[in-house]
């Protein structure tokens, strides 16, 4: 400390009104809110600050974003930091290092200038995590042996809502112990980076339900441990690669990620419902309601779930069937109150689906209606207008055939003679040709 503050009575441990102040001042430095910090700057501007405090001056007054509050507390370092500090750091401090990205290079200055007996790397760490909101210092805090790992875990675990922590392309070599304490913990990123094993701890993570290792080195015997003690985790991770196969239209790819999701997770509710999505577009129906069905037995509240079974039923002309369980669940959704969703407007569309392959075709556009008033779906428009023709109503057609091309122009390509046979009737019909010829050009 500088000779001309040794008297200030904020550095005497005799007098406890001292010793209360210095708590005080170091939780409005511990809070980082800018009012609280400009306050106890004024504070210590005018009763000194102990050696303890001096960390937290050091990071504000060169890191911190507001240049008011750096001014402040770079007056405040020079005044009270001890020379041989002062000295250290003007040879080992430069301003482009709170510019520094990458994680490693930033860790080697901080761990240069927290050699220094007056700045501790703990508070100098967490300080810095705090300010730049996990973003900086990530690496410097979980691997230097003198930072508290667990107060560290926590807030980048708050970072992530409270349950995801993401350790991202921070070229870390270990994983401390203390994650297994991090009981809430359910997804973990650790994608980027040089690990080969997890500590111990990580297999205690009893919640863990997702783990991204992109790019990170980790063996064959953590990689078989993994499988052997998070089953769940191996399970989405197939899951996952089963959903972005089925948007690339790989299917029978997809297929088979989901299969092997659920090798590991039998119990997996959506894997099952997704399978039978995939086995839809592979024409093999049948499959799709055995799936369905496992999917539901696993969640009954599964929407989607639902619709796909009354959809699969259709397709292999169990209409009846489908039926039945479209007027269970909209009656279901009206005592809850629930005809605002888009479950709802859904099972409306597939029970108009039902009706027009039992040819009950005023019933199946009254359906289509009640879907449109929730959801403005091209579809029921589309469904609308092939009841029309089945019922020989060529203006009607046409109006809810233009609605539908309105709403989605790929319906131009539905009604064409090559796509859909609701029409033939009118093939050969000149307004038809006409009214199509029209929606092409417009």
Not at 349 to 373: P, Q, T, V, W
């Amino acid at each position: 400390m500088g000779k001309n503050n040794v008297n200030y009575y904020l550095l005497s441990d005799e007098n406890e009104e001292s010793r209360e102040m210095r708590e005080k001042i170091k939780i409005l430095l511990e809070s980082k809110e800018v009012s609280n910090l400009l306050l106890a700057a004024q504070i210590m501007k005018s009763a000194g600050i102990p050696l303890t405090l001096i960390p937290f001056a050091w990071v504000y007054a060169y890191w911190h974003r507001s240049s008011e509050v750096r001014k402040l507390y770079q007056v405040i370092f020079k005044k009270f930091a001890s020379q041989s500090l002062q000295q250290y750091n003007k040879e080992h401090w430069k301003w482009k290092y709170r510019t520094i990205a990458r994680e490693s290079v930033l860790q080697n200055n901080l761990e240069k200038i927290c050699q220094h007996e007056d700045l501790n790397p703990n508070v100098v760490g967490s300080t810095i995590l705090g300010l730049y909101e996990g973003q900086k210092a990530v690496r410097f805090c979980l691997l230097h042996p003198k930072v508290e790992k667990l107060p560290i875990l926590k807030l980048l675990l708050e970072k992530g809502n409270g349950t995801s922590l993401h350790l991202v392309n921070l070229e870390l070599t270990s994983l401390p112990e203390e994650i297994g304490q991090l009981q809430e913990l359910t997804e973990l990123d650790i994608s980027g980076n040089q690990l080969e094993v997890l500590p111990e701890g990580f297999f205690q993570l009893s919640k863990l339900r997702r783990l991204h290792y992109h790019y990170t080195p980790l063996n064959s015997e953590t990689l078989a441990k993994i499988e052997k003690y998070h089953p769940k985790v191996v399970a989405e991770q197939w899951y996952d690669k089963g959903v972005r196969n089925y948007y690339a239209g790989e299917y029978k790819i997809s297929v088979k990620n989901f299969k092997e999701c659920l090798k590991f997770f039998p119990e997996h509710a959506e894997a099952w419902n997704r399978l039978g999505y995939s086995y839809r577009f592979l024409n093999q129906h049948g499959k799709s309601v055995e799936c369905y069905e496992k999917s539901l037995a696993l969640d009954q509240d599964n929407a989607f779930a639902w619709a796909n079974l009354v959809e699969a039923y259709c397709q292999i002309q169990k209409y009846e069937e489908a039926l039945n369980i479209c007027e269970e669940k909209i009656k279901n959704w009206q005592k809850l109150n629930h005809q605002s969703t888009t479950d709802y407007a859904n099972m409306w569309f597939i029970k108009g689906l039902a009706l027009f392959y039992l040819d009950r075709h005023e019933e199946s556009m009254n359906a289509n209606d009640e879907c449109i008033k929730v959801n403005n779906y091209a579809g029921a428009w589309y469904n609308k207008a092939c009841s029309s023709a089945k019922l020989n109503r060529k203006e009607d057609m046409f109006l809810f055939l233009k609605e539908a091309i309105k709403l989605d122009k790929e319906y131009i390509k539905m009604a064409t003679k090559d796509k859909d046979r609701d029409f033939e009737n009118f093939y050969e019909d000149p307004d038809f040709k006409s009214f199509l010829l029209h929606i092409k050009k417009h």
